[in-house]
């Protein structure tokens, strides 16, 4: 059977999740936000797969390195993955994509992938919000080798585009069947809130879950974000839950990445300084219990939100993640990580998420793919 025909899909099928799986290390699950997927709490972020020739990241792994940590990840319980036609000009969508036909059974895993907005070339040539998301979301279905998604997420706010047609896009995905869900990322909660009340009033499928940059070093999600979705019950699963890695290394401890994701130098140098005294902190308690600083950082995230999206670019990384499920932190040491943070200026994404920005010239494209 090829792994991509459609299988109708039964909410009351045995789903094959591992409870036990190598190693000792059992991921745990949770429901994502008001939908009946069941997603492993650490989410797989896999922004660092794809060639890193045909894309915005220098570091990102190639295809057998991904293979290996997406299978890892399969065998200690993770179901859920993020990925991004963004990401290495779909490449990282392509590999994922091989890499589950080979080891997951469709129906066993949870895939999550985001459409960008609008090009000024489509814009000129008077493509519609609802024809870009139905070419994006074409593309992405045959990156992947899939019928469908899971969970289909609106990238980053398209300025350019009204908010009905990608609120009407996306629900001709879900009704065709080629997307179950659709999320959000990148966004302010009034985006959000303006979005879901559209999709309310004309009967469209609303955003169940949203992608925010959330972690110990960045927590300006607090704000209005983290409560509006305890509200309206949407899930929260933040990205760059390990700060790109910052929270994950003792301080003095480098790697190909953290010299070269100039991307999350120019999110994270700025508060560079104001940031020290929470690592040193992650790597204190991290130390005094004999763990790992990303069981620390995810320990103190899986706490606030339903599944954090952690990157690997090493098999041991997703261990290190999976095991975190397991440490509670105690309301001390909770209380110690929080104490130094100061409010951060908004950047990355959202300090790019304002009309005038839209009409500059932005990092992320499909690459050297064509739409
Ligand atoms: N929606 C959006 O706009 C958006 C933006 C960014 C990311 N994302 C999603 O979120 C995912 C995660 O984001 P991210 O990659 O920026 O951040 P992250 O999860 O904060 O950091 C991942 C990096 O941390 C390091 N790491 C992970 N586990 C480690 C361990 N056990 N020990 C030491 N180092 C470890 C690795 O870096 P080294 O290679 O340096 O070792 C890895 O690449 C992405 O893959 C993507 O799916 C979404």
Not at 113 to 135: W, Y
Not at 178 to 202: H, M, P, V
């Amino acid at each position: 059977m090829r792994f991509h025909k459609k299988q109708a899909f039964d909410p009351g099928a045995p789903r094959r999740y591992n409870t036990d799986s190598k190693g000792g290390i059992a991921v745990k699950y949770t429901k994502l936000g008001a939908t009946d997927l069941t997603v492993s709490r650490i989410c797989m972020g896999c922004m660092g797969f794809g060639d890193a020739k045909r894309g915005q990241h220098t570091w990102t792994v190639d295809e057998e390195t991904t293979r290996a940590i997406v299978r890892r990840g399969l065998e200690l319980g993770i179901n859920f993955f993020d990925t991004a036609i963004a990401y290495q000009s779909g490449t990282s969508e392509q590999y994922l994509g091989r890499a589950l036909r080979d080891f997951a059974r469709r129906e066993d895993v949870v895939v999550a992938t985001k459409f960008l907005p609008r090009t000024n070339e489509e814009i000129a040539d008077g493509v519609s919000g609802q024809e870009h998301i139905r070419r994006m979301i074409d593309r992405s279905l045959a990156n992947l080798g899939m019928d469908y998604v899971d969970l289909y997420i609106y990238h980053m706010w398209d300025w350019q585009t009204p908010l009905e047609d990608i609120m009407e896009g996306l629900n001709e995905v879900v009704k065709a069947g080629k997307a179950r869900y659709i999320g959000i990322s990148n966004c302010f909660a009034w985006q959000l809130c303006r979005a879901n009340d559209i999709a309310d009033r004309e009967g469209f499928a609303k955003f169940v879950s949203v992608q925010g940059h959330y972690n110990l070093i960045f927590r300006e999600e607090e704000r209005e974000m983290a409560p509006f979705c305890r509200l309206e019950h949407i899930a929260m699963t933040p990205y760059s839950a390990l700060a790109g890695g910052r929270l994950a290394k003792h301080p003095g401890e480098t790697s190909k990445r953290l010299r070269e994701d100039s991307y999350a130098r120019f999110k994270y140098d700025g508060t560079a300084e104001a940031d020290a005294p929470i690592i040193a902190r992650t790597a204190e308690i991290a130390d005094r219990r004999g763990v790992s600083m990303t069981e620390v950082a995810l320990a103190w995230l899986l706490g606030r939100v339903t599944a954090p999206i952690v990157g690997a670019t090493k098999v041991s990384h997703v261990e290190g993640a999976a095991k975190a499920a397991d440490l509670v932190l105690t309301a001390e040491e909770t209380a110690w990580l929080d104490e130094p943070y100061v409010p951060h200026p908004l950047e990355g994404v959202m300090a790019q998420n304002t009309p005038d920005a839209a009409r500059a010239a932005h990092v992320w494209s499909t690459g050297s793919q064509t739409i």
